[in-house]
């Protein structure tokens, strides 16, 4: 079983602070992917980065992918209250058929 | 959005009893997966699907069986609930021809179920 760690597993951070979650795993993925999760809904896609070294920005959020393709981390600028919810990454390998995803990271931005 | 939905929202039912959730798609994608969604566990793959009366088990599927008779619904069957199957279940479609920079899943809204 391919293991995706996620770090830290609950911030709370103040609005205008900016913060960086972290996705590991001894695995080398063929692509990654970052959902939001609210509560009471399903996991929304954010980002899929394939190169290793990657980088995309999504307005404030920056997502990038490690050299090797086994690690992953997302950086948010200036965080707002609507940046509140778990923040989950996913490993996919081989033929894209199934993803295997981190636990995820409870984000909390407080006005 | 894409569209995918999920029936029922929430449903409690009793130790031992069958139960059906289903999921319905229409974006025609090929892939559908059905995972539980547990604190301390994350998302965890119950069973998935490549076509229509092709499935293949995940890591979790000890308890549950899958049919898929047309390509838009997929539907997931806990055979004798137990209480270890309370849980948010969430169903998800993707589409792996759509290359891999923009490969990713859309899910459903999930069923919480509750085995009392």
């Known amino acids: 079983t391919q293991l995706l760690e996620q770090s830290p597993q609950f911030l709370s951070i103040q609005e205008g602070e900016n913060l960086t979650v972290y996705c590991n795993s001894s695995s080398v993925f063929s692509s990654l992917q970052w959902y939001r999760q609210e509560p009471g809904e399903g996991p929304v896609l954010l980002v899929t980065v394939v190169t290793g070294g990657e980088v995309k920005k999504l307005k404030r959020l920056t997502f990038q992918f490690g050299d090797a393709r086994k690690d992953s981390s997302l950086h948010i600028t200036a965080a707002q209250p609507g940046d509140t919810g778990l923040y989950l990454c996913?490993?996919?390998?081989?033929?894209?058929?199934?993803?295997?995803f981190g636990i995820g990271t409870k984000l909390q931005v407080i006005p | 959005d894409a569209g995918i939905t999920q029936s029922p929202r929430h449903k409690v039912t009793e130790t031992g009893t069958p139960v059906t959730l289903r999921c319905h798609q229409t974006?025609?994608?090929?892939?559908m997966y059905w995972y539980r969604q547990d604190p301390g566990h994350g998302l965890r793959l119950i069973h998935y699907?490549?076509?229509?009366?092709?499935?293949d088990k995940g890591e979790v599927s000890d308890g549950y069986s899958v049919s898929r008779s047309k390509t838009e619904d997929f539907l997931l069957t806990l055979e004798s609930a137990t209480s270890s199957q309370t849980s948010v279940y969430f169903c998800a479609i993707s589409d792996p021809w759509v290359g891999a920079a923009n490969y990713g899943y859309t899910f459903g809204s999930g069923t919480r179920l509750t085995v009392v």
């Open positions: 974006e025609n994608h090929r892939y």
């Open positions: 699907s490549y076509g229509v009366k092709d499935t």
């Open positions: 996913a490993g996919a390998s081989g033929g894209y058929q199934k993803v295997t």
